[in-house]
């Protein structure tokens, strides 16, 4: 819709300048002018003889340019963004597990993602009544550890520690498997206490305003198309509001978990200690996901928001499905998408697999937020600046096992990967057109025999729980600016799957604010008077009037 320029001003003009313009008016004779809706002084027909007149107007001249937001103020930077998925096969970690292949410790990336999937057994009673929260809390602690160690530690963090080196965050995972066990007997089967213990320990691990993190984070200085668009910054008694809050939840903590919970999150509370908060964790049955951020980069994060699509039983069930993530990085929007999708190995499977992804892209949408400077927050996953969607996804190899078994033992990859299903629908068109996947240089994921290096099928004692091996585990993207350093698996024989990671570079849009400085500096040496009409027979009456505080 648009607005002329009186339509624009018209909510903010009556508190800004109604006052002084009616003081002015009863001292003025002559015609007036608006200066809200010309916002300047040289398109009046008649020009006030009031000086206070055209101080009004020069003042709605410097908030329009205070609003302007000149495209020269813009930067791109560039972050580093690491993904990381696993299907762990509805086992629950303890505390001996080693999340190198999961979490590499030397990778130092600005953004986490991590997603699960099978989390929990998917079982009737995970599907169908209430999930279990507890192996979710257990990878959050894992993950705290594994991202928020001691610099100066050794690789493994779980084995005999030195005491001048150890944090409570390694005594709280050294005590894991305790701890959990005393709360399960303390629960007693109980759900609700399994839900709040998981949202009391994430609570412990993010930032002490994570509240903003959900709140628009657009700059004043964007342009704005309406008044009712423009996007400004929490109050300040918002974010006292958050910090009270906060001390509550600790409360709240520590009457519903007890001295347990506060022998696993004690160190991680302090979060001036944190390396990396926790932005996201949220479960699906048995997809997690838990997006990290770096403590410095957190205050340029915005617009935070989820979405949960379930394609399991009667296509709507949480057995599969996906986790969605929404969010800013300062001017640039991103969305993360944790799938476990359709699952099966025989022919015409890969449609139902194609299926999800269409339907995950139909039905996704995104709370709304806010608008800012003439375009909207992203509601749909392809209206973001850039998407990655990673998971198990499932697609298989259209060769019989013999066939499979034979390539492999050439590492013959090349032709192995012509048979990908995934491969094979993208180049047809029927799925992930326009999306980018690395070159695929490691062997298939999936499925693995437990604690072993040897595929399933080279055990399985009958052809019906054979399993031909799969890249079932990828990593895909979309979106200018995006680059992937890495794409690789690791080597964790805990589950049937094996770990997929990749590490990306994105350039994202920030404001450059020492250009706004310098611009903004500039402005303020622009006098008054340079702004005025000129009158060589009155300037210095106008002049002498600018500088009294009171017109006579």
């Not at 009046?44 to 055209?54: D, I, N, Q």
């Not at 640039?332 to 476990?340: D, K, N, P, R, V």
């Not at 709304?368 to 392809?382: D, F, N, Q």
């Not at 690789?488 to 400085?517: M, N, Q």
């Amino acid at each position: 819709m648009a607005f002329t320029g009186e339509e624009k001003m018209k909510g903010c003009h009556p508190k800004l300048f109604g006052t002084k313009e009616k003081k002015s008016a009863k001292r003025t004779d002559g015609p007036s002018c608006n200066a809200a809706g010309d916002l300047g002084v040289s398109s009046c027909k008649v020009v006030s003889s009031s000086p206070l007149r055209t101080l009004s107007g020069v003042k709605s001249i410097r908030l329009s340019h205070f609003l302007a937001q000149p495209s020269g103020n813009k930067k791109t930077e560039p972050i580093r963004i690491f993904v990381s998925t696993w299907n762990v096969g509805g086992k629950a970690p303890t505390a001996e597990l080693n999340m190198d292949d999961f979490v590499p410790p030397d990778d130092h990336s600005d953004i986490y993602v991590l997603g699960f999937q099978e989390i929990v057994p998917l079982n009737a009673g995970n599907v169908l009544v209430i999930e279990d929260n507890e192996p979710a809390a257990k990878w959050l602690v894992l993950i705290n550890q594994a991202l928020n160690r001691p610099a100066d530690n050794d690789t493994n963090v779980f084995q005999h520690p030195s005491p001048s080196v150890e944090s409570t965050s390694s005594r709280a995972s050294s005590s894991l498997d305790n701890s959990f066990s005393d709360l399960a007997k303390t629960a007693t089967g109980s759900t609700i206490f399994q839900k709040s213990f998981l949202k009391a320990i994430s609570k412990s691990f993010m930032p002490l305003h994570r509240k903003q993190l959900k709140a628009c984070n657009c700059p004043v200085e964007m342009i704005k198309s309406s008044y009712r668009d423009a996007c400004f910054r929490r109050p300040k008694k918002h974010v006292d509001e958050t910090d009270s809050s906060g001390e509550e939840e600790k409360e709240n903590t520590m009457n519903s978990c007890g001295s347990v919970l506060s022998e696993v999150t004690s160190a991680p509370t302090a979060r001036d200690q944190l390396k990396y908060n926790l932005i996201v964790c949220k479960q699906m049955v048995g997809i997690f996901v838990t997006v990290w951020v770096k403590k410095e980069l957190v205050q340029h994060i915005g617009h935070l928001r989820t979405s949960c699509i379930g394609r399991g039983i009667l296509g709507c069930l949480g057995n599969k499905g996906c986790i969605s993530v929404s969010m800013t990085v300062h001017q640039t929007s991103f969305c993360f998408i944790c799938s476990h999708l359709a699952s099966g190995q025989k022919e015409g499977d890969e449609f139902k697999r194609n299926s999800d992804v269409l339907e995950i892209l139909r039905l996704t949408l995104f709370s709304r937020i806010c608008r800012r400077a003439g375009r909207r927050i992203p509601e749909k996953i392809l209206e973001h600046d850039k998407v990655i969607w990673f998971g198990d996804l499932n697609y298989r190899i259209a060769l019989s096992y013999a066939d499979t078994k034979k390539l492999l033992t050439e590492n013959n990859w090349d032709a192995l990967f012509e048979k990908d299903q995934l491969k094979i629908e993208r180049d047809a068109g029927r799925v992930f057109k326009g999306w980018n996947e690395g070159k695929i240089y490691f062997a298939p994921t999936y499925k693995y025999s437990y604690n072993s290096d040897a595929y399933a099928g080279e055990t399985a004692t009958s052809n019906k729980k054979r399993r031909t091996p799969a890249w079932c585990d990828r990593i895909l993207w979309r979106g200018d600016g995006t680059s992937q350093l890495s794409y690789y698996r690791g080597e964790s024989k805990f589950s049937d799957h094996r770990p997929v990671c990749g590490t990306f570079i994105a350039e994202v849009e920030a404001l450059d604010r020492k250009a706004r400085r310098r611009s903004s500096n500039a402005d303020m040496r622009i006098g008054a008077e340079e702004l005025l009409p000129k009158d060589k027979n009155k300037g210095k009456g106008i002049s002498r009037s600018l500088s009294s505080k009171t017109p006579q």
